[in-house]
């Protein structure tokens, strides 16, 4: 069983920035898929970014790409979202997944992802 922890969260200004962390109990961390989704009020749960299991590789909504980053540290068995230039619209509630131990394709569909955290509230104010 893999639990995820999100941090960071909070309450910015637009065109601020926040550092988003997901802790993962278990070994398995360094050979799964992690993600980021969000949802925001009234709306779908919808794909931010993914990370492959060295980091190597990633994957990003094209509304985020260019001011969000990913990036894991597998010896700390975290995975963080590093957010730049936030706007408004990227107020939601925030949440970190992992893909079942050894799968390879980094998927935006959260059906795909098989543990998820608690989520933590990002709101940027205008």
């Known amino acids: 069983q893999v639990q995820l922890v999100e941090s960071g969260g909070g309450l910015v200004q637009a065109g601020g920035s926040l550092r988003l962390s997901c802790a993962a109990s278990?070994?398995?961390?360094?050979?799964?898929?992690m993600g980021w989704f969000r949802q925001a009020p009234g709306k779908e749960r919808e794909f931010v970014s993914a990370i492959s299991w060295s980091g190597g590789s990633t994957y990003y909504a094209d509304s985020v790409k260019g001011r969000f980053t990913i990036s894991r540290d597998n010896d700390k068995n975290t995975v963080y979202l590093q957010m730049n230039s936030l706007k408004p619209e990227d107020t939601a509630v925030y949440y970190c997944?992992?893909?079942?131990?050894?799968?390879?394709?980094?998927?935006?569909?959260?059906?795909?992802?098989?543990?998820w955290g608690q989520g933590t509230q990002v709101t940027v104010s205008s």
């Open positions: 997944a992992s893909r079942r131990l050894y799968s390879a394709v980094l998927s935006t569909t959260a059906s795909n992802y098989d543990y």
């Open positions: 278990g070994r398995t961390f360094s050979r799964s898929i």
